[in-house]
């Protein structure tokens, strides 16, 4: 496929898969872990030896990956995490990186263990303001990586990719941007000058809650990606090969699922938007939201599917509006076909500062007018 191949094509075809073979149209799966040599001890495939340094039921996922996000290489990992982790791994004692103050609870829990344990200095910016970026790369000699998230969680909050990443570069710094929520079909970050994008393929990419895995993928083979090359084969934190088929599997249906559930969030942004119950609706497609100028530039043909929003009167009403949604699921997670949502405050530290009455709802592909019946009732 060429770089400017219609996304929803390459996602559906999954790299025009054919099995010459069996004839078959979707891919086999490969469970071996070892592969054999011949009577000259040579691989009898080159491509294979065993399944920690490649694993050919992979190779299709990546292909496709890559291909959505217009990079040159793409690797699975087993979790979202591990492949965040994995980026990190590869710096030295004595790094300087910068992370959003606001951000997925997941990885600055992790990064504050590591980053302590390991020595590297970690500087927070504005999410919403990327002139914030410069001054906290300015509060070290150097920078080796500059971490977006956008939209974020639980705010939503828009970053600008193409500012920060000329504001990361200048500072020779790498730009990663975790895009788990807007997916390839509204943003391509590696377009707008991103080095390297992380998703959390349990959330969209994948789509029906049953698959951990997690993907990075890259503009380039620079010397950081051949570090996180190694680190993958070395430390081995692969998904199996059921998973990875399973992934390519979920990714067909990537663009029907996510537009279907982005116009469901639009729909149901506006009618919380107007509801007397409820005090603040965070969602980049409601021009009331700061980052919605940018969002509107930056996300091409939706703002994707998960919003949160407050309910009036506090903590007590917000889990009891949870508690009394029928359809919808009370769960954490996102990216699913299912709806779900969360009190974040019950599942992060007091010390977050997340609202007590803030609930975040990841919205599914339900016919909209039972989400928002389930949502009128629910709401006091
Ligand atoms: C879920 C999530 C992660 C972590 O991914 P796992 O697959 O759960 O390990 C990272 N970033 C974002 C934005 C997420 O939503």
């Not at 990537?254 to 537009?259: F, H, N, S």
């Amino acid at each position: 496929m060429t770089d400017d191949a219609n996304g929803q094509t390459v996602a559906a075809k999954a790299g025009h898969f054919l099995d010459v073979h069996s004839g078959a149209v979707t891919p086999e799966i490969q469970p071996s872990t070892t592969y054999a040599r011949d009577d000259r001890y040579d691989l009898i495939n080159a491509a294979n030896a065993y399944s920690r340094d490649d694993n050919p039921t992979f190779v299709h996922a990546e292909r496709t990956l890559a291909d959505l996000e217009h990079g040159e290489e793409a690797l699975l990992f087993s979790s979202g995490m591990a492949a965040i982790a994995a980026v990190f791994y590869t710096l030295r004692p004595g790094s300087h990186i910068v992370v959003p103050d606001s951000m997925y609870w997941g990885v600055k829990a992790w990064l504050q263990n590591h980053c302590e344990r390991s020595d590297i200095f970690m500087s927070e910016y504005d999410p919403c303001d990327v002139t914030t970026i410069e001054t906290a790369m300015q509060s070290q000699n150097s920078t080796s990586i500059v971490w977006v998230e956008t939209p974020n969680n639980p705010y939503l909050h828009i970053t600008d990719i193409e500012a920060a990443a000329d504001i990361a570069h200048t500072g020779d710094a790498m730009l990663c941007v975790d895009s788990t929520v807007a997916t390839p079909v509204f943003t391509r970050p590696l377009d707008l000058g991103a080095d390297l994008v992380v998703h959390s393929a349990t959330k969209y990419l994948n789509g029906h809650s049953d698959v951990l895995c997690g993907a990075l993928v890259t503009r380039e083979e620079h010397p950081l990606w051949q570090s996180i090359v190694t680190e993958r084969q070395q430390a081995g934190a692969l998904p199996g090969s059921f998973e990875a088929w399973l992934l390519l599997r979920g990714m067909r249906t990537l663009y029907v699922r996510v537009k279907e559930a982005t116009a469901n969030a639009m729909q149901i942004a506006e009618f919380l938007n107007a509801h007397a119950s409820v005090e603040t609706v965070w969602y980049p497609g409601l021009n009331s939201h700061p980052g919605y100028d940018i969002a509107k530039r930056q996300m091409q043909g939706g703002f994707g599917a998960l919003l949160s929003f407050a309910v009036k009167d506090g903590r007590q009403e917000a889990l009891k509006t949870a508690g009394r949604l029928q359809l919808i699921t009370s769960a954490t997670s996102l990216g699913g076909v299912e709806t779900l949502i969360e009190h974040r405050h019950s599942v992060e530290p007091e010390s977050n500062g997340i609202p007590e009455n803030l609930l975040r709802l990841s919205v599914g592909i339900e016919h909209v007018d039972d989400l928002i019946a389930d949502l009128d009732a629910a709401l006091p």
